[in-house]
């Protein structure tokens, strides 16, 4: 089992910028897939930013060149760098695992998720 403990969500302005943390405790695995995914209100959940064990990483083209995903193997540790912030970004942000060695395209990978983080942008 593994469980998945995200931090880093707030308000902010348009502009501004977070940073999401995700903590993965556990039985932690040479090979995974990990992820940021949101959910808005009135809205399904949308995959949004992976990355493999190897460091292969994958971001959604609607935030392209404003969100960076990255990871600290040391510290089990998953980050979601979110600069330029818009308030169509507000949503809650869900940290996801999965024990694979390849983070398919359609984000249907997951099998661990975290409990969610907030995220609020305000114009």
């Known amino acids: 089992q593994v469980q998945l403990v995200e931090s880093g969500g707030g308000s902010v302005q348009a502009g501004g910028s977070l940073t999401l943390s995700c903590t993965a405790y556990?039985?932690?695995?040479?090979?995974?897939?990990m992820g940021w995914f949101r959910q808005a209100p009135g809205r399904d959940r949308e995959g949004v930013a992976a990355?493999?064990?190897?460091?292969?990483?994958t971001v959604v083209d609607h935030v392209k060149g404003r969100f960076t995903i990255s990871q600290d193997k040391a510290k089990n540790t998953l980050y979601l760098q979110m600069n330029t912030l818009e308030p169509e970004d507000t949503a809650m942000y869900y940290c996801?695992?999965?024990?694979?060695?390849?983070?398919?395209?359609?984000?249907?990978?997951?099998?661990?998720w975290g409990q969610g983080t907030q995220v609020t942008v305000s114009s």
């Open positions: 996801a695992a999965a024990y694979l060695s390849y983070c398919s395209d359609d984000y249907s990978w997951p099998n661990y």
């Open positions: 556990g039985n932690i695995y040479s090979s995974y897939c």
């Open positions: 990355i493999d064990s190897d460091g292969w990483t």
